[in-house]
């Protein structure tokens, strides 16, 4: 799952607002994949091809290092939440 974390103002020529991208996997964590700039005054992403691309690119370099997901095989019962009229009775 890739998401943005909060984004930072940055003042310049052309203010702007840096916004982190991380990427999320279930077991292993977060890691920080790269980040968009955003034009803090038309809200127009900046070059963003070129940023989406790197992003893309270090997010597989990132996945393509991780071992394979395991589902957990038992998940202890104190963990779960409690039955529920919309949940399937647990066998």
Same mark, same amino acid.
């Given at each position: 799952?890739?998401?943005?974390?909060?984004?930072?103002?940055?003042?310049?020529?052309?203010?702007?607002?840096? @916004?982190?991208?991380?990427?999320?996997?279930?077991? *292993?964590?977060?890691? $920080?994949?790269? +980040?968009?700039?955003?034009? /803090? %005054?038309?809200?127009?992403?900046?070059?963003?091809?070129?940023? @989406?691309?790197?992003?893309?690119?270090?997010?597989? *370099?990132?996945?393509? $290092?991780?071992? +394979?997901?395991?589902?957990? /095989? %038992?998940?202890?019962?104190?963990?779960?939440?409690?039955?529920?009229?919309?949940?399937?009775?647990?066998?």
């Amino acid at each position: 799952m890739l998401a943005a974390a909060t984004p930072e103002l940055v003042f310049g020529a052309r203010p702007i607002w840096r @916004v982190p991208v991380w990427i999320g996997f279930l077991q *292993q964590g977060r890691y $920080t994949v790269g +980040a968009l700039d955003v034009d /803090a %005054q038309s809200g127009a992403l900046i070059e963003r091809e070129q940023g @989406v691309a790197a992003i893309r690119a270090r997010a597989r *370099q990132i996945a393509g $290092t991780l071992p +394979a997901y395991r589902p957990i /095989a %038992q998940v202890a019962a104190e963990v779960l939440a409690p039955p529920n009229r919309f949940c399937l009775p647990r066998k």
